[in-house]
């Protein structure tokens, strides 16, 4: 599946090389302009999975157009001016790319901008449908549907189930077997205290995830790259 990309920037040289760098990628389909109001309405219309904006542009100042971004387009930012990069990652963007960037820093940030596709993927379908576990919890046996867990802690001998409707649950169980209940493809083991659904998470680094409703969960120096490759493989 490839993705839908717009560049814009009113230097033809600037879209040249993102278009060779987009091809060299492959499985991409990018669309330039040069004009950027032009561009902005393609992009609320079209709605990209990717866009490239130049952020000093005659009197269009880029920072300013991508406030008004449609949901679930991604941003990442060209520009030979470093002072904006603040401004950039306040309004999420996926990355900044200062000019003049190599392909290597350029396939780094879509790299980054796919995983966060995926994610937004998972988000959108869960597909879980009626999927269920049965744990012991306050002396009786409870059912817990998958697609109502926020994520998984471990506390000493007990595990706690954060829901998103319903309080927590707790059951006296390990972390070890409550994985074994789970299908693995869409639970991640993150650290050797937490699990997490992926269709949860919105953003994550080597060190910390951030789930949809900006719950922050710690992920483990060992557990890292299978965060990394489950997204990927999701």
């Known amino acids: 599946m490839s993705l839908k990309c717009i560049a814009i920037d009113d230097e033809p040289m600037a879209l ?4 060779s760098f987009c091809q060299r ?3 991409i389909e990018l669309t330039t302009f040069n004009n950027p109001l032009r561009g902005m309405e393609q992009v609320r219309r079209s709605r990209p999975d990717i866009l490239f904006l130049d952020i000093e542009m005659g009197d269009l100042n880029g920072v300013e157009l991508a406030r008004d971004l449609p949901p679930g387009t991604l941003l990442i930012f060209t520009t030979a001016y470093a002072q904006y990069a603040l401004d950039g990652f306040e309004l999420s963007a996926v990355d900044f790319l ?5 392909y290597h820093r ?7 901008a796919i995983e966060l596709h995926k994610l937004q993927q998972l988000s959108a379908h869960p597909s879980f449908a009626d999927e269920s576990i049965t744990l012991k919890a306050e002396y009786k046996n409870v059912q817990i549907k998958l697609k109502d867990v926020l994520y ?3 506390m000493d001998n ?3 189930i954060h829901l998103t409707e319903r309080q927590c649950l707790m059951s ?3 972390m070890k077997s409550i994985q074994e209940l789970l299908p693995a493809e869409k639970f991640i083991r993150v650290h050797k205290s937490f699990i997490v659904p992926a269709h949860r998470i919105a953003s994550y680094t080597s060190k910390e995830i951030t789930l949809y409703n900006g719950t922050k969960i710690p992920v483990g120096r060992s557990y890292s790259q299978n965060l990394k490759l489950s997204i990927s493989n999701s």
């Open 158 to 160: 007990y595990v706690r």
């Open 98 to 102: 200062h000019k003049p960037f190599s």
């Open 106 to 112: 350029f396939e780094k940030a879509v790299q980054k």
């Open 25 to 27: 990628y492959g499985n």
């Open 152 to 154: 998984i802690e471990s």
């Open 16 to 19: 040249e090389i993102i278009t």
């Open 172 to 174: 006296q169980t390990s």
